[in-house]
């Protein structure tokens, strides 16, 4: 009933910007609850940013802190993720998230929608 695609991702030196955008269609995406997560070879999922439904309220992981910015636009069913000052162990695919709520969810085991995911190479 939900899809979600993401794009925005490539290759991009260590210290640049890279911005991914996911796409919702389906349902009603304003009273969805919104989350990044990231994945790297051979390691688990991890959560990276999340947001609520109305975009005031955001949850970020401490290793992204300060350097990535969550976002959504409700009018055009879009979430955003401004990566800024990159590292190359931001390396990962990027998953976005959905799950009908009002409250900010950060779990990923609460989340029922998901995206194919966007690679990020962070590399000189």
């Known amino acids: 009933q939900v899809q979600l695609v993401e794009s925005g991702g490539g290759l991009v030196q260590p210290g640049g910007s890279l911005r991914l955008s996911c796409a919702s269609s389906?349902?009603?995406?304003?009273?969805?609850?919104m989350g990044w997560f990231r994945q790297a070879p051979e390691k688990e999922r991890e959560f990276v940013a999340a947001i609520n439904w109305s975009g005031g309220i955001t949850s970020y992981a401490d290793s992204v802190k300060g350097r990535f910015t969550i976002s959504r636009d409700n009018a055009k069913n879009t979430v955003y993720l401004q990566m800024n000052s990159l590292k190359p162990e931001d390396t990962a695919d990027y998953y976005c998230a959905s799950r009908w709520s009002v409250v900010l969810i950060t779990s990923p085991k609460q989340y029922v929608n998901w995206g194919q995911g966007t690679q990020v190479t962070v590399s000189s």
């Open positions: 389906g349902r009603t995406f304003s009273n969805y609850a």
